[in-house]
C-alpha cells in the first residue's frame, strides 16, 4: 500500500460521526502539491470503486431470492461513502491551506 492510501485509510479510521473536514484536515497535516495530487487521484479511485460496489449491492437486493442479503452490506458501504465524502472536503481544505500559506510567503 502506497503512502496515500495509508493516508486515506487511516483518515477514514478516525473520522466520526460529527468529526467536521477542517478537523479532518488538521490531522493530515501540512502536505505539498505532489502528496495533494496523489492523494486526491487515489481517492477518486477507491470512492469510484465503492461507488460501482454499492450500485452493484442495489441491484442484487432486487434478487427475490438472495436479494436480503445484500441490505446490510450496502448500507455499509453507503456509510462508508458518506465518510469519504467528508475527506474529499478535508484533502480540498488542506490544499487550501497549503495554496494560503504558499501565497502568504510569496507576498
Same mark, same amino acid.
Given at each position: 500500500?502506497? *503512502?496515500?492510501?495509508?493516508?486515506?485509510?487511516?483518515?477514514?479510521?478516525?473520522? !466520526? *460521526?460529527?468529526?467536521?473536514?477542517?478537523?479532518?484536515?488538521?490531522?493530515?497535516?501540512?502536505?505539498?502539491?505532489?502528496?495533494?495530487?496523489?492523494? !486526491?487521484?487515489? /481517492?477518486?479511485?477507491?470512492?469510484? !470503486?465503492?461507488? +460501482?460496489?454499492?450500485?452493484?449491492? +442495489?441491484?442484487?437486493?432486487?434478487?427475490?431470492?438472495?436479494?436480503?442479503? /445484500?441490505? /446490510?452490506?450496502?448500507?455499509? =458501504?453507503?456509510?462508508?461513502?458518506?465518510? =469519504?465524502?467528508?475527506?474529499?472536503?478535508?484533502?480540498?481544505?488542506?490544499?487550501? !491551506? *497549503?495554496?494560503?500559506? +504558499?501565497?502568504?510567503?510569496?507576498?
Amino acid at each position: 500500500m502506497d *503512502h496515500s492510501n495509508q493516508t486515506i485509510a487511516d483518515a477514514i479510521r478516525n473520522i !466520526r *460521526h460529527n468529526t467536521t473536514p477542517a478537523e479532518v484536515a488538521d490531522a493530515l497535516g501540512t502536505m505539498d502539491r505532489a502528496a495533494y495530487l496523489s492523494l !486526491r487521484t487515489d /481517492w477518486k479511485a477507491d470512492y469510484a !470503486r465503492l461507488s +460501482k460496489d454499492i450500485r452493484q449491492a +442495489k441491484a442484487n437486493m432486487k434478487d427475490k431470492e438472495t436479494g436480503g442479503s /445484500w441490505q /446490510w452490506p450496502r448500507e455499509s =458501504m453507503r456509510r462508508e461513502a458518506r465518510v =469519504m465524502l467528508v475527506l474529499r472536503a478535508a484533502i480540498k481544505e488542506a490544499g487550501r !491551506r *497549503h495554496w494560503a500559506a +504558499k501565497t502568504a510567503l510569496a507576498a
